[in-house]
Nanobody, 118 residues
Framework: QVQVVESGGGLVQPGGSLRLSCAVSGSIFRAYDMGWYRQAPGKQRELVARITSGGSTNYADSVKGRFTISRDSAKNTGYLQMNGLKPGDTAVYYC????????????WGRGTQVTVSS
């Protein structure tokens, strides 16, 4: 059984930093892509950043230059370093892993709350 578990959320003041982690466990073919999404109250879930199995990254325009996605393949864990946080970054952050090639799969974590407020 595959599990995707996010951690590292919390309350932070504007301008502060947080590092989210996404731990993947279970029997899984490890060549997957990983993405961080977020969903604020009353809004649709949006892609924040993603990283391919080969290490290529891309970011939403709203977080470019502030957030950094990375992964440690040996630990089967991904990270989202968030700097210069703004109140508009407040949301539940979700980790998603997926693979299109055989064997295909798509798994989501349950999310971690990030609140940016003074």
């Amino acid at each position: 059984q595959v599990q995707v578990v996010e951690s590292g959320g919390g309350l932070v003041q504007p301008g502060g930093s947080l590092r989210l982690s996404c731990a993947v466990s279970g029997s899984i073919f490890r060549a997957y892509d990983m993405g961080w999404y977020r969903q604020a109250p009353g809004k649709q879930r949006e892609l924040v950043a993603r990283i391919t199995s080969g290490g290529s990254t891309n970011y939403a325009d709203s977080v470019k230059g502030r957030f950094t996605i990375s992964r440690d393949s040996a630990k089967n864990t991904g990270y989202l370093q968030m700097n210069g946080l703004k109140p508009g970054d407040t949301a539940v952050y979700y980790c998603n892993i997926w693979r299109i090639a055989s064997p295909p799969y798509n798994y989501w974590g349950r999310g971690t709350q990030v609140t940016v407020s003074s």
